[in-house]
């Protein structure tokens, strides 16, 4: 090859070199722009902070113990359904454990922070040294029924006949079961009738109508179902007695810890009770408890009527029946079941109910 032949060779090779990388630098993207977080703007090369926003609550778990379900959770069933729970941040969860005396245990023992029991055995308890006290309630009248076989037909029917209750020793059922033929009917055991345990309301029901006993106290729904069934309705706690039903505990380090939940908590039960004491809300407010309690529609509506528009057993502002709470006091004092409370100041702080207002 000619030496004039090379030198053009070469110069064309530079040229296109020179043009290729010319054309590369060209092409070059510009650096790529940071990413936009929400509430950031670039102004003057500049990015503005996102202002701070409220922190949502931080949701607080309460887990309540119970004998088993009954109508007397309407409130508590409520606020569960429709979201007044969650609207004061706390997650509710409630479990039946099978006697009350099981649900108290389990709040001293802290496998759950509150119960729904009767206040009877919260006193006890409370009176035994329990570092607890009482802060809320539901349902404020006992809504109990003494309901025998077809062929009792009065409370002076039973005399000679074996009643049922859950434990013939000094629990709440046969307390009220033994007040009510006193006062009503001048009976008393041993003597006039014989008293003998069957267990929880279920059971007693079934002993009833098998035949085991004559006659025994029991409440929503299983009054309305023995009503239906053939049974005869002798005496009810609504009209003849006033004694504080339910009450809302917690151990006292608990509350000191957690007064703001407490507070809400008590709050989403009272909206619970004006949402089904609403005649707006009755439908759904049975369809509710038709669930909760797998109990037919007739059932429910009768236990809506006696409990909701008749009896109207459920607090009215989160707290409990002062002069009923009163009255169980004195009923356990009679027993002789209390060595150390005496009044309602020893069991009750209103400060959370009061606080629950604001």
């Not at 009954?70 to 409630?94: L, N, R, S, T």
């Not at 009510?180 to 014989?194: Q, R, V």
């Amino acid at each position: 090859m000619s030496k004039n032949r090379q030198r053009f060779l070469l110069t064309v090779f530079l040229i296109l070199a020179l043009t290729t990388w010319i054309a590369g630098c060209g092409a070059q993207a510009p650096p790529s722009e940071p990413l936009k977080t929400s509430g950031e703007s670039k102004t003057s090369g500049e990015t503005k902070p996102t202002p701070e926003q409220p922190k949502a609550k931080q949701p607080v778990t309460i887990r309540a113990a119970s004998a088993a379900p009954v109508a007397g959770h309407w409130p508590i069933v409520a606020a569960m359904e429709k979201g007044f729970f969650k609207d004061e941040g706390i997650i509710f969860e409630i479990s039946a454990v099978g006697t009350e005396a099981k649900s108290v245990q389990a709040v001293v023992a802290g496998a759950v922070e509150t119960a729904t029991p009767t206040a009877f055995p919260i006193i006890r308890a409370i009176d035994e040294g329990g570092d607890l006290v009482i802060v809320a309630a539901a349902q404020n009248k006992a809504a109990y029924t003494l309901v025998a076989r077809p062929e009792i037909k009065d409370l002076k029917s039973l005399k000679g006949k074996v009643i049922g209750t859950d434990n013939p020793g000094p629990s709440v059922i046969t307390m009220i079961t033994a007040k009510i033929l006193k006062d009503l009917a001048g009976m008393k055991t041993p003597g006039d009738y014989d008293l003998i345990g069957t267990g929880a309301i279920a059971d007693r029901y079934a002993a009833l109508t098998k035949g085991a006993v004559s006659a025994t106290l029991i409440g929503p729904p299983w009054d309305a179902r023995g009503q239906k069934e053939g049974m005869n309705l002798l005496a009810d706690t609504i009209s003849n007695m006033n004694v504080q039903w339910h009450g809302i505990f917690f151990k006292k380090d608990y509350l000191a810890k957690n007064e703001q939940a407490v507070v809400g908590f008590i709050r989403a039960i009272r909206r619970g009770t004006e949402w089904v004491s609403s005649p707006a809300n009755q439908d759904e407010a049975v369809k509710m408890m038709m669930k909760y309690l797998n109990q037919p529609e007739d059932i429910i509506r009768s236990n809506y009527k006696l409990l909701v528009q008749e009896g109207k057993v459920f607090t009215t502002d989160g707290g409990p029946d002062l002069n009923g709470l009163q009255n169980v006091i004195d009923m356990l004092k009679e027993a002789g079941q209390l060595k150390k409370v005496s009044n309602v100041k020893d069991v009750y702080d209103s400060k959370y109910v009061e606080k629950a207002k604001q």
